[in-house]
């Protein structure tokens, strides 16, 4: 038996977090336990997931690793690879069967929500993220609340001022109208914005019709 940290994470989970691909091919040889938990719930493949190591993530696939394993706080290796914006780790969980639409707690907010990988990446401003993640689901799951709420994709991205992903996200469908957790709007998201390409808001949610991508507005750098 491979001996387990007090924690548990396993010699297979450090060498993995590591990026140590030679130690992740030689304990998979020896019989170690690809699907091990720590105590947190964590596993080898989400902790290579999180630090971009293509190389481990590519072993530990191979080796029958649960893509869609969750920790505690519902958090999964698409999230963080999501998160941190490694493209090419996404792009590899995605094609081995990754559920985007997967949604973690967010305990710091009040109440608690959740949040998807396609939100966090938006937030943070991952394009090509957003982009595998739209291919990888045909749209599936932009708008998505479920019975705790959640924060949109759109919201986020607009908040933070990525320009970039707002627009991809209108061309993609996203309902610009959507209210999230709390009825949060994009107006709400925007008013507080200090970025220039997502600051001047447009109210169109008093009539209901859907903008054309409001060239003097949030969605496109102003024109003159």
């Known amino acids: 038996m491979l001996a387990v940290h007090v924690d548990g994470r396993s010699a297979l989970y450090l060498a993995s977090e590591g990026g140590r691909e030679e130690a992740v091919e030689l304990l998979l040889e020896?019989?170690?336990?690809?699907?091990?938990?720590?105590?947190?719930r964590d596993t080898a493949l989400k902790a290579a997931c999180l630090n971009g190591h293509i190389g481990v993530v590519k072993l530990l696939l191979n080796a029958k690793a649960?893509?869609?394993?969750?920790?505690e706080s519902g958090s999964s290796a698409l999230y963080v690879?999501?998160?941190k914006g490694?493209?090419?780790?996404v792009e590899l969980l995605t094609e081995a069967g990754a559920n985007i639409n997967t949604r973690m707690k967010l305990p710091?907010?009040?109440?608690?929500i959740r949040s998807s990988a396609l939100?966090?990446?938006s937030k943070n401003g991952h394009t090509g993220v957003v982009k595998l993640l739209f291919k990888a689901a045909a749209g599936a799951g932009i708008n998505i609340e479920d019975d705790e709420g959640s924060f949109s994709?759109?919201?986020g991205a607009s908040e933070n001022g990525h320009t970039g992903v707002v627009e991809l996200l209108i061309k993609e469908g996203a309902d610009f109208n959507m209210k999230s957790t709390g009825a949060m709007t994009i107006a709400n998201c925007l008013h507080g914005d200090q970025h220039g390409g997502c600051f001047t808001y447009i109210d169109v949610g008093a009539t209901g019709k859907t903008p054309d991508y409001v060239v003097s507005g949030c969605l496109l750098p102003r024109r003159g």
């Open 119 to 121: 939100y966090i990446a």
């Open 153 to 155: 994709a759109i919201c």
């Open 30 to 40: 020896a019989g170690a336990e690809v699907n091990t938990k720590t105590k947190k």
């Open 66 to 71: 649960d893509v869609n394993t969750k920790n």
């Open 81 to 83: 690879a999501s998160e």
């Open 86 to 89: 490694h493209t090419e780790v």
């Open 108 to 112: 710091s907010v009040s109440p608690i």
